[in-house]
């Protein structure tokens, strides 16, 4: 995945029109849902938990299915490279105990990884106002640029692979 300039404005407001219509429509679809599988298959004197439970399952799946079914909009098109970012930034922080330590071997493909973490974080902490952690990201940030100048190493974003993860 390919780090990519966002616009945060339009971002954020695409983003909390997404969720807001994503829990109307699981709250709606679930009480739809469970009020008529109450009405077909239950009497009144008889527990609806399962119904009910069934009725919120239901409603997931149909806002799973229209999610995944609107991804490719260019509406979500910022809100679905975050969640993507996001995604990949937690399959790199989990292994992330194995790989910082390789920095100090002058691991390239950890330098890599590691640089492309920064670099996303640091996209992803802008785009959601976190500025509380962008000075901790900054030191590691400027340790792995002085690992890779005393390297004589120049690294780009683009030359992460998600495939680089297989090896930690």
Partial sequence: MKLRPIDKYRYRKHYKIVFAAIVIELTAISLVCSAL??????????????????GVVLAVMIVAYTVYRFK??????E?????????QLNLIHRKQHK???????????????????YQGSKQLYELDDNTITLD???????HLNTK?????????TD???PGLLGQF
């Fill in 37 to 54: 599988l109450i009405s077909w298959l239950s009497s009144p004197d008889e527990s609806h938990f399962t119904l009910n439970l069934a």
């Fill in 72 to 77: 490719d909009h260019p509406f979500m098109d």
């Fill in 79 to 87: 809100v679905v490279y975050v969640w993507n970012l996001k995604k």
């Fill in 99 to 117: 790989i910082e330590p390789l920095i100090e071997d002058n691991n390239v493909d950890a330098m890599v990884v590691m640089n492309y973490m």
């Fill in 136 to 142: 901790d990201l900054a030191i590691k940030a400027r």
């Fill in 148 to 156: 890779l100048e005393e390297k004589g190493l120049k690294l780009n």
């Fill in 159 to 161: 030359d992460y692979d």
